[in-house]
Every structure is written in structure tokens, then in C-alpha cells.
């Protein structure tokens, strides 16, 4: 998993811990690595991790509903900034369900 391979421990854990609580609220998930979508529409957790930090950045989609999905939050996540994983998430969607997933994985 190149989670394990390329990310530190905190950036990980924000990375678990995202997917972990997109996956409770019933969206499923979809990751671009920069260059394609390399998972769309999964709920499969160890799929979704397994996507991430394959390069330097990944967005990540979260979206309700099957077929004609609708996209509720998009994360732009950057590897490499801050071992502790704090500024993994460098931009997310304005809106409800972005920032309630923020603040999931970001309590403090």
C-alpha cells in the first residue's frame, strides 16, 4: 500500500481517518492521483487507501447515491508538508459536508 510506503504516520492517520468517516456518512469514494481517476465510486476502504499517495497529491471525491452520483465534497490532498499530518488536507469544497468531514479529521 503506498500509503504505508510514501506517507508519513500523521499523514496516514488524516488520510484513514477521512476515508474512515466519509465511508460512515454513506458516501462513496473516488481518487485522482493527478494524472486519472485510478478508483471511482468505491466504498472498498482498502481500495480508496490504497490509491492514495502514489504521487504527490490526490484528490479525493466523496458523493452519494449510486449511478448518477452526486459529488458532496472534493478534498485536494498534498503529501509532504507536514509529517504530523496537518496539512494534508490543503483544500476542500466550501460547503456542509466538506467542512463537517474537516472537522472530523481535524477536531481541534
Same mark, same amino acid.
Given at each position: 500500500?503506498?500509503?504505508?510506503?510514501?506517507?508519513?504516520?500523521?499523514?496516514?492517520?488524516?488520510?484513514?481517518?477521512?476515508?474512515?468517516?466519509?465511508?460512515?456518512?454513506?458516501?462513496?469514494?473516488?481518487?485522482?492521483?493527478?494524472? @486519472?481517476?485510478?478508483?471511482?465510486?468505491?466504498?472498498?476502504?482498502?481500495?480508496?487507501?490504497?490509491?492514495?499517495?502514489?504521487?504527490?497529491?490526490?484528490?479525493?471525491?466523496?458523493?452519494?447515491?449510486?449511478?448518477?452520483?452526486?459529488?458532496?465534497?472534493?478534498?485536494?490532498?498534498?503529501?509532504?508538508? @507536514?509529517?504530523?499530518?496537518?496539512?494534508?488536507?490543503?483544500?476542500?469544497?466550501?460547503?456542509?459536508?466538506?467542512?463537517?468531514?474537516?472537522?472530523?479529521?481535524?477536531?481541534?
Amino acid at each position: 500500500m503506498d500509503l504505508d510506503n510514501y506517507a508519513s504516520k500523521g499523514e496516514a492517520r488524516a488520510a484513514r481517518s477521512l476515508i474512515h468517516h466519509a465511508r460512515r456518512l454513506g458516501y462513496c469514494v473516488s481518487v485522482n492521483d493527478g494524472e @486519472e481517476w485510478t478508483v471511482r465510486a468505491s466504498t472498498d476502504r482498502n481500495e480508496i487507501l490504497s490509491a492514495l499517495a502514489s504521487t504527490g497529491q490526490d484528490t479525493v471525491r466523496c458523493a452519494k447515491g449510486t449511478g448518477d452520483q452526486k459529488t458532496v465534497a472534493v478534498f485536494y490532498l498534498v503529501w509532504g508538508n @507536514e509529517e504530523d499530518g496537518s496539512c494534508l488536507i490543503a483544500d476542500h469544497t466550501d460547503n456542509t459536508a466538506a467542512d463537517e468531514l474537516y472537522r472530523l479529521v481535524y477536531p481541534n
